[in-house]
């Protein structure tokens, strides 16, 4: 069943959604390469077909087939992601299922140890938006680029 285009029926709610898109891949410290690891990790537990598939695009651009790959069970291959990796992987895991995780102090624990402040609040943010975009894109059901 056709779905809603969502962004062309609440464009000024599109816009602001776009604008903290905006601000977490164009206005932080982090690099460029962290923050599609972890907008894809939250694509993949919210299950958003389309923020997957553009975001592993994204990542094969620059980054080990092999790393990405391994992404959904990453804490078993803990050679291939440095600390901050794993620090940030943990925590977008964790505020992604922030209902039954309640952001464990073991979570927050390392990810306060690998990050400034601001570059923490600032991947919270990276986390929050990838959530919000999973929830609109995966009931609407945007399209994928992948072909058969």
């Not at 959604?17 to 962290?34: A, Q, S, W």
């Not at 952001?103 to 601001?118: C, G, I």
């Amino acid at each position: 069943m056709k779905r809603l285009n969502w962004s062309e029926i609440a464009p000024e709610g599109a816009k602001a959604l776009f604008g903290i898109h905006h601000y977490v891949t164009r206005k932080t410290d982090l690099p460029e390469e962290l923050i599609h690891l972890v907008f894809l990790r939250v694509s993949q537990i919210n299950g958003c077909a389309h923020c997957i598939d553009m975001h592993t695009r994204d990542l094969l651009k620059t980054m080990a087939i092999d790393k990405v790959a391994l992404l959904p069970v990453w804490a078993e291959v803990p050679h291939l992601f440095s600390d901050q990796y794993r620090a940030a992987l943990s925590w977008a895991e964790q505020v992604t299922n922030v209902s039954t995780t309640h952001a464990s102090d073991e979570a927050y624990a390392a990810a306060v140890a690998a990050f400034a402040d601001k570059d923490l609040v600032d991947l919270t943010l990276v986390i929050a938006a990838m959530n919000a975009f999973n929830r609109l894109g995966a009931p609407f059901r945007l399209p994928v680029a992948a072909k058969p």
